[in-house]
């Protein structure tokens, strides 16, 4: 049997029956890998810990037909503060389930796993707010697999640095005032409750660019208004969840909280 080295973030983890589950890492070299821990729920386990999702590992695994198990693994990073808290376990498992939508199988995913990995150390060391962290991640993340949008100018006349902008969820571009009140009559749009289109003033206009350019380590190293805060939250959600089509159980039960 042939073993292969791994670094790799516990991103699900399923029951099987009473002694033995199924994870599934997010690694760099080989993007989504399922892999089966035997008799790993007995407290005994020397792997126990080692599988609990948010743990980010070095494993040895060895492949038996369709799946991977497990002969060893050291932990680099067990994230263990974020099970300290309610609001930031659920929150870590929405950010969970979003990485694993998002990463393939047997593709390197060296951004989609830095990003997590720095949103969760995030997450369970308080370095911004949590709604801050997510926003960015969402945001981050959109455009790390593919979904940059626009940024760089009015798509209309070409101004650069407009004090108000609207941007549309799916177009990837931005409209200033001035072109999209000539363009769409968004005063309909941007009340109802779908949400197509959100306002951007220029701060926060700067912070998406600031986003979707740079370091996946720097990306909490920007400001925003407190008073701006909730529409771009808002609109990072909203961005996200339309270009990958999908709703997530997890996200709900976060802003239940
Ligand atoms: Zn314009």
Not at 56 to 82: G, M, P, Q, S, W
Not at 166 to 192: A, H, P, R, W
């Amino acid at each position: 049997m042939v073993e292969l080295k791994v670094n790799g973030l516990v991103i699900r983890e399923i029951n099987l029956d009473s002694t033995d589950k199924m994870f599934t890492l997010l690694t760099d070299e080989f993007g989504r890998m399922n892999v089966v821990a035997k008799g790993v729920k007995n407290v005994r386990s020397h792997f126990l810990s080692s599988t609990q999702l948010f743990t980010y590992a070095t494993f040895i695994l060895v492949r038996l037909k369709d799946y991977y198990y497990i002969n060893d693994c050291t932990v680099i990073e067990n994230n263990y503060d974020i099970r300290l808290d309610f609001k930031k376990l659920a929150l870590s498992t929405y950010i969970c389930d979003v990485l694993y939508e998002v990463s393939r199988e047997n593709l390197k995913e060296e951004n989609v796993l830095k990003l997590g990995l720095n949103t969760l150390y995030a997450i369970a060391k308080d370095v911004k707010e949590l709604s801050i962290i997510k926003a960015s991640f969402e945001f981050k993340i959109a455009c790390e697999i593919g979904y940059r949008p626009d940024l760089i100018k009015c798509r209309n006349c070409g101004e650069e640095n407009p004090e108000n902008s609207y941007i549309k969820v799916l177009d990837g571009f931005f409209l200033c005032e001035k072109c999209n009140s000539m363009i769409q009559n968004t005063t309909d749009i941007v009340d109802n409750n779908l949400q197509n289109i959100f306002y951007m003033s220029f701060s926060m206009l700067c912070a998406l660019r600031y986003l979707a350019y740079c370091k996946i380590s720097r990306f909490l190293s920007y400001n925003l208004e407190d008073s701006e805060q909730v529409i771009f939250c808002n609109f990072c959600e909203k961005y996200l969840l339309s270009h990958i089509e999908q709703d997530f159980g997890t996200l709900e039960f976060y802003k239940s909280l």
